[in-house]
């Protein structure tokens, strides 16, 4: 269905004159839609330059840049849709109006998506600044049921675990950096206070490793050996100081040397569960 939309879209922008080879109110640039083939890695710009391409669908090292030299080795600008859904309105009300909006450096809105554990599911836009309790709260409505929340993964799975009482913090880049957490894609992701967080760990990196592309050896072998070390603490029940130790050099070598934010977010989300849940995971 989104596939369709996307196309009957284009169709509509070609019937209207703004694109296609005899736009009449527009420039005569062809609009493509290429379907993906579902890989979580194709989300980082040079996979997906790739898989356009017919290529393997894995990153590639920069520089070169993709503005540099991107699809079919020419210039590429690569933008998300929801940047494209601010550009009609910045055209409009024009660029300064849209900065007036947000909180320190993170200027605008953010569209973020609420999951299924909340009261009120869905999608949210906000601006900047906003704090967090308030989405989770005000907007979310909280746990469904009543549960009591144990914590927040804002950004998408390959984040880092934020605490009931960091959610004081407010929306924006640097705010969250500095609990060690990340905006990512807006997905905010709540847990109730029956949820293992040995177990959660462990789905983020079978998860990782599943759809690791395999070309760099520190996110191919890491989240491996993460998810290895995992599963034996499965059957347990707890790691052990020697394996949260293991796991704490493994997470390091990734943030710092993957060559994609595939492998460096399964490392800050392994390392931030470590320095947050010790005390559950962790026995010995």
Known sequence: EAINSVRRAVRELYEAGYAGPGASRGVPVEVEV?????????????????????RRPEPMPRPPYPTER???????????????????WIIEHGGDKYAEMGYNKSRGTKVLSLNSLFERPGLYEVEFGVPLKEVVYDMGGGLKGGRRLKGVIVGGPLASFIRPEELDVRLGVEELREIGASLGHGNVIAFSDD??????LHEIVHFASFESCGKCFPCRLGTARADEI???????????PEEADELKSIATVMRSASLCGHGQGTGDAI?????KGADEMVRG
């Open 271 to 275: 390392l931030s569960f470590l320095a």
């Open 195 to 200: 949820t293992s967080l040995l177990e959660l």
């Open 230 to 240: 995992l599963e034996a603490a499965l059957g347990r029940g707890y790691l052990t």
């Open 70 to 88: 991107g699809l079919f080795g020419m210039p590429t600008v690569v933008n998300n849709v929801e940047t494209l859904a601010n550009v009609p």
């Open 34 to 54: 290429h379907v993906g083939k579902g890989s979580y890695v194709v989300g980082e710009e040079t996979a997906m330059i790739n898989a356009i391409m017919g």
